[in-house]
């Protein structure tokens, strides 16, 4: 079949301009710049993992945004009551609502107008009519005033666009480069902060919601009284003293007046000071009330907690204050900065952080780089040994692919991490996998007497099959991967997407076309594909089905043995999973671990876990999450360094992780989640290209390798976390591919063999298969090994695994998924037997 002049130059425009996308990420930065007009578009971006820098995922407290707006809404209706002379203590917070228990029925009637009056729309959009952010129902003699979800809803909307612009202008303060911050989900912000490596200064930023207000002391109540506080005064306590303060209720100046906040010194004394500049309103409240008060003390207090309580020696007119204490230079920073980029709506919480240092970015980025040309070295030569000079021809195919990955990255603007790294070379690894087909199908049709050009056309007519149904059932856990992980996961799961399409245009049209103009050129009249040492000789034929009880035997054997691993020891499960506080610490000499173990329990942080690595000059440091909220969690962050820095003086760390219940939780649920949607997926899939039966066997020897893949995780005690389950995903879907092809040969034979008994035939398409099964489980293999010896712990719990997951993936296509097909067809035959016409009438 000839392939249209328009077609090949699609081909090669499409070619041209991906290698003209990836060339950026090859080019100096001064060569870069000089041609930056004439490149489609920028280098890929490197994530933390690779540069360094900080990552940290901040909630919304939804809880905090109610109970803030609850109590607006109870000023506001009791500024109401007061506009129809009616006591204001009649409206009081009961729960979620607001109740105001008025008896008389008129005065009810003439305050129902004023509260439907404080009703706000929302959701009005033009279509449909609009919906209150409140709802007010009567019931006797009390009126009950509810919050709406859909209120909520714009409320939250609403405070996280807000919480964007000022976490924005707090960490512009700051002064990081390229930061990244961006909406995730529906009450999520993700900040991502290049080359910060420690991020406990910017927590107490991002967590504080700022919120500053002026307020008299009330100097005739006792703070430390143990009597509760008469009503308008707090006890609030001290930010930096620890002592008490009776403050009076009403805000005297409320923060919004600040026109401007500096840090600086006090010139006398040459301590960190705030100075602070009021807008013209606030300037005149503060000459009012500090030329009324003169004597008294006058607090400074941020989020319930005094900064400050000066007396007022004199009138101050000029609108400018300063704000001192117990502040370090650094802390003197922070607070002008949350000062100038104002309140956040409501608080956030930190339920993410992570940190990776300079050094183990730099050597992620020479490790990815070295595994991957190494993985690329072994799969090339594996190609020139199986075909010789046509292996040269798939490998440009590879080479191309590789290409065309990085350049649609870039086109995308993704963000390359090392997981994304792992994906491309294991993308190389299954590329590999359409050129076996596609030569194992040449072979066939050649063997068969074909001519060159028959035997190329027809081949890669009967591969293109193949190639599609395995490489959907891949994509179809791929994309659930996508869908349901986060961070570096999703890097993986993009470039394993890319890696399958992108496979299939270079194996189906650039090898194509590259292996016809050859064998148009040299006018061959026979396509005859020999490895590097001559012909391939043929594998022996085995019967497969004579030894199916045994085979299944050992694998049920070894699938319960690994869930009575699952249950005890157990999987270790990494920090996403289960939350808490991990710390990597490196040292120029060794390690004593037993000291260091005796130091940090010392801490009383509950129970330690070391690992030790990298020639014993390396440790991982895990403690579980403290009780409390996200303070605790830096308290007892900066605890573990201090007390590693006791022990091992020119320590340095490399990462910190601090993941909270939340997140854990979630990560496990949408981890499992994926997995059980993968294999309905394919389930489904398999189901309508194929038969019942067939998808059946194929999710039953699935249920067998993910079984056995989980036992080595329980045996090795490798980490159990986010980037576990992208391999166990990852598995899913090379396994699944595997037995595809099994069965496509099987569905191939079928039709040419009717009267053939399907024992028979189970074993001889097997045998058909058998060499590209191992081929390819050889290609994958040499792809991950050189990441598994030298990829370093962020990729170890994926690249062993996914070895494992192949060799058991090959295994169960060729010796366990055909007894169960065979099973299942008798099954159901016998079935079909008994329920037909007459059985019962002939046994009797």
């Not at 707006?69 to 009081?92: E, F």
């Not at 960490?171 to 902060?193: K, M, T």
């Not at 000059?617 to 403290?626: A, F, G, M």
């Not at 590209?772 to 991950?784: P, V």
Request: charged share 20%; hydrophobic share 50%.
């Amino acid at each position: 079949m000839r392939t249209s002049k328009w077609a090949i130059l699609a081909y090669v425009a499409i070619t041209l301009f991906g290698v003209l996308a990836a060339l950026p990420n090859v080019l100096p930065l001064a060569v870069q710049q000089q041609y930056a007009a004439f490149l489609p578009v920028k280098p890929v971006t490197l994530g933390l993992d690779l540069k360094g820098g900080s990552h940290l995922v901040l909630e919304v407290d939804a809880a905090g945004l109610r109970k803030a707006r609850l109590n607006t809404l109870l000023d506001d209706i009791r500024g109401a009551l007061r506009s129809v002379r009616l006591p204001t203590s009649s409206a009081r917070i009961a729960g979620d609502t607001i109740a105001i228990k008025i008896a008389d029925q008129a005065d009810r009637d003439k305050i129902m107008p004023k509260i439907q009056e404080l009703a706000a729309p929302v959701g009005t959009l033009g279509f449909g009519a609009a919906t209150s952010d409140i709802d007010v129902t009567t019931v006797d003699d009390t009126i009950t005033i509810k919050l709406t979800e859909a209120g909520l809803t714009e409320r939250m909307t609403a405070a996280v666009d807000q919480s964007l612009e000022i976490i924005r202008r707090r960490v512009d303060q700051v002064g990081v480069a390229e930061p990244l911050i961006q909406r995730v989900g529906s009450d999520r912000i993700l900040v991502q902060l290049p080359g910060l490596q420690d991020p406990t200064h910017l927590r107490e930023l991002l967590g504080s919601t700022a919120q500053m207000s002026f307020h008299m002391v009330d100097t005739s109540v006792d703070p430390n009284s143990p009597n509760p506080p008469p009503r308008g005064v707090d006890i609030l306590p001290g930010a930096n003293d620890g002592g008490k303060y009776a403050v009076e209720s009403r805000v005297a100046i409320a923060g919004e007046r600040l026109a401007d906040a500096k840090a600086g010194f006090n010139q006398q004394t040459n301590e960190p000071i705030v100075s602070f500049t009021f807008d013209s309103q606030g300037a005149r409240q503060f000459a009012e009330i500090t030329r009324d008060n003169v004597g008294l003390p006058f607090a400074i207090v941020l989020d319930n907690k005094v900064l400050t309580a000066p007396r007022i020696n004199e009138p101050i007119t000029g609108g400018q204050g300063q704000i001192s204490g117990n502040f370090t230079a650094q802390e003197a920073t922070v607070l002008s900065a949350l000062l100038r980029s104002g309140a956040l709506p409501a608080p956030l919480t930190i339920i993410e952080e992570r940190s990776v240092g300079p050094n183990l970015g730099s050597d992620s980025i020479r490790m990815g780089i070295y595994t991957g040309l190494a993985g690329f070295a072994l799969v090339v030569t594996l190609m020139v040994v199986l075909y010789g000079a046509w292996g040269l021809i798939a490998n440009l195919g590879l080479l191309l692919h590789t290409i065309l990955t990085i350049g649609v990255l870039g086109m995308l603007g993704s963000t390359l991490t090392l997981p994304g790294i792992a994906g491309i070379i294991l993308g190389i690894g299954m590329a590999v996998d359409a050129n076996i087909l596609i030569n194992a199908r040449i072979r066939e049709e050649t063997e068969g007497g074909a001519g060159a050009m028959k035997a190329l056309d027809i081949g890669f007519n009967k591969a293109y099959a193949t190639i599609i149904d395995s490489n959907v059932t891949t994509l179809a856990g791929t994309i659930l991967l996508f869908m349901f992980g986060t961070g570096p996961v999703r890097g993986f799961a993009i470039t394993m997407m890319l890696g399958i399409v992108i496979s299939m245009f270079t194996s189906i049209t650039i090898v194509r076309l590259a292996m016809r103009e050859v064998v148009v050129r040299r006018k061959m009249k026979k396509l005859e594909i020999p490895s590097l040492f001559g012909r391939v000789p043929h594998l022996p034929s085995i019967s497969f089905m004579k030894g199916r009880f045994v085979a299944i035997g050992m694998s049920a054997f070894l699938s319960v043995s690994s869930v009575v691993l699952f249950f005890h020891p157990g999987l270790n499960y990494g920090i996403d999973f289960v939350g808490g506080i991990q710390v990597e610490a490196t040292s120029k000499n060794e390690i004593d671990l037993a000291r260091l173990r005796g130091e940090l329990e010392g801490l009383h942080l509950g129970e330690v876990a070391l690992q030790e690595f990298g020639q014993n000059k390396s440790v991982l440091i895990r403690i579980q999450r403290q009780p409390g909220g996200e303070q605790e969690q830096t308290v007892a962050l900066n605890k573990i360094k201090d007390g590693v820095a006791q022990v091992i003086p020119d320590s340095s760390f490399e990462r910190t992780e601090v993941v909270g219940p939340t997140i854990s939780a979630e990560l496990a649920r949408s981890g499992f989640l994926a997995v059980v949607l993968a294999m309905l997926a394919i389930l489904l899939y398999i189901w309508w290209r194929f038969e019942w039966h067939f998808a059946v066997g194929a999710i039953a020897v699935l249920l067998l390798d993910i079984t056995k893949t989980i036992g080595f995780f329980a045996l090795t005690g490798i980490d159990f976390n986010l980037t576990a389950i992208a391999a166990l995903l990852t598995m899913i879907g090379y396994s699944v591919n595997d037995k595809v092809v099994v069965y496509d040969r099987m569905r191939e034979n079928l039709r040419k063999y009717k009267s053939m008994p399907f024992s028979d035939l189970i074993d001889m398409s097997i045998n058909q298969v058998l060499a590209r099964c191992i081929f390819t489980s050889m290609a994958t293999a040499f792809s991950l090994v050189p990441m598994a010896i030298w990829g370093g712990d962020a990729v170890k719990s994926f690249a062993w695994p996914m070895i494992f997951g192949v060799i058991v993936a090959t295994t169960s296509s060729i010796y366990i998924g055909g007894p169960i097909l065979l099973f299942l067809s008798r099954w159901w035959k016998d079935r079909e037997a008994t329920r037909a016409p007459g059985t019962e009438l002939a046994k009797s």
